[in-house]
């Protein structure tokens, strides 16, 4: 039996990789949920190896919803969301005995993205919800006086978000209100990256993503609160200075007050150091920051 | 099953082992490895049934309004003053694409099956066989991410429509990925036709096309039946490649350029981000039920169709 000694020794070269990792005294904070802070949480991970060797942070995406359940659920130390915490999730998280606190770590801008072939350069918020609302007429372009070569047909091809994503909720009530519901048969992406991706390859397209998202190949429309208010343009300074009419804070929840290695984070997120990273990945800063 | 076991490989060193006893434990270990790998399907599969049906179809029976669920178009799970299940038109999305995509993976994978049982020979075949089963290991990911993007631009620009991503893009990608296993097994259920046959039809001065149609095909039917409702069932319970390439739309649809959404792609993509016991979670579930019963019918029937077939032979 030449090949039990190998075996053997395979298992003990295993055991010992394993040991070797529970054996330090590190530190692993859970941190999970929405996608458009996941770019963010994971280089504020990253940078903060440097700051303190011994605490990790994993992070993981999936979408804010996500986050605020393992919350509540317990499986996380930090939640990140892209929009507040719900009345009924409040409810549950209460009812799991889970008291969350919410730290706002940033602002991003909702960009509203157009093929670069279509001629609008701005939008009203009552012409976004007379595209995406239940009761909005404008099924074409024509409706908002426009015709333009690359769209033949004419037909808006309204883009979304899965009906779970923050960004999703956070639209539909800044542009649709909280009563408000989204007009059936939109394109429901899984992520904000995909939505930019697909405005990009079609000329008909509209569609929404956080400011960060936006790439070369997509336009913004300047958006207007009123059909006479100034058109302002989605950018950093227009997120903080409150400016941008869709802009939304972007949070991060604890279970309680954050006691030890999650507060040290937190605390360090909120410093200078933490909030340029946020501005290097494209988001607004919780305050203005000295260079 | 007695007789020790030759160890030619790895002869035992001298001292004089107890072969018989060695060999008696590893033919018991063996046997209960071999047992529980032959029940674990069964397992699994109650398992699994028990589950999703303990998640969700207490829910479906007492409190989900069925006819809304069956006949409303309006899917609108998170709402949060009015949420309404329909599901009419993830059904209709579904069977949609899957109807598509068997209109594009019947003729060319039993055509394939019969060039590939009946005509190929020597090299051509074997590297057909190859190809075709190359093309089942393409993960459904990759076909999702071909119809997003090569296939979205593609189909915008031939047809002059406003979006590329529909029924007519998912239906080929779902025919395409259905091909591979439909030409396998109606291959196999081809070759399975005794060569008696060809031969007193050959005998008889049919041609090679006059085998295949009167006498071939006829006697393999079953098996041709069996696999293209396997077919079907892999065209019903497909999920990535759908969830990219049809667009992912609530909208029952009139053309094959309109986008629809799947069943499938509606529980993958909502499931991960509901809290748990919650109404949505087990509508979900039940949706989840739904697509089980009807895969369980596809494949059930296809099952029973070849049975017929050996009861016939």
Known sequence: ?291 | MNAPPTHSHDPPEGENLDQLNLAWYVDKVVQWLVFFGGISAIIFIIGIFVFIASQGLGYAVKELDLGEFFFSPLWRPTSEANPTYGALALIAGTASVAGFAMLIAVPFSLGAAIFIAEFATGRTREILKVLVELLAAIPSVVWGFIGLSIMNPLIINTFDVPIGLNILNAGLILGLMAAPIMTTIAEDALKAVPDGYREAAEAMGATRWQVVWRVVLPAGKNGLVAAVLLGVGRAFGETMAVLMATGHSVHIPTSVFDSVRALTATIAAELGETPVGSDHYKVLFTLGIFLFLVTFLINLTADLVVRGKRRNA
């Open chain 1, 1 to 291: 039996m030449k090949r039990i000694p190998l075996f053997l020794g395979l298992l003990a070269m295993l055991a010992a990789a394993c040991g070797g990792g529970a054996g330090s005294d590190r530190v692993v904070l859970q941190n999970k949920g929405s996608d458009t802070l996941v770019n963010v949480a994971q280089a504020w991970a990253e940078k903060y190896k440097e700051v303190n060797p011994n605490l990790a942070v994993a992070v993981t995406g999936g979408g804010s919803g996500t986050g605020i359940s393992a919350l509540i659920n317990g499986t996380v130390d930090i939640a990140n969301a892209s929009r507040k915490l719900k009345a009924k999730e409040l409810e549950q998280a209460k009812a799991n005995g889970v008291e969350p606190k919410e730290f706002i770590v940033g602002y991003d801008a909702l960009a509203v993205f157009l093929h670069p072939s279509n001629p609008i350069e701005t939008l009203t918020i009552a012409q976004l919800a007379d595209i995406y609302g239940e009761n909005g007429t404008a099924e074409n372009w024509d409706a908002l006086g426009i015709d333009f070569e690359g769209c033949k047909s004419g037909e808006i091809i309204r883009v979304s978000r899965q009906n779970n994503s923050g960004t999703y909720v956070y639209f539909k009530d800044a542009v649709l209100g909280k009563t408000g519901e989204y007009k059936l048969g939109s394109r429901d992406m899984h992520g904000s990256k995909d939505v930019v991706d697909l405005v990009a390859k079609t000329p008909c397209a509209i569609g929404y993503s956080g400011l960060a998202y936006a790439t070369h190949e997509v336009k913004m429309a300047a958006i207007a609160m009123e059909a006479g208010s100034p058109p302002v343009m989605p950018s950093v300074e227009s997120a903080s200075d409150g400016s941008y009419p869709i802009a939304r804070p972007l949070l991060m929840y604890t279970a309680g007050e954050p006691t030890g290695a999650v507060k040290e984070y937190l605390d360090w997120i909120l410093s200078d150091e933490g909030q340029r990273l946020i501005v290097e990945k494209g988001y607004a800063p919780v305050r203005a920051l000295q260079n």
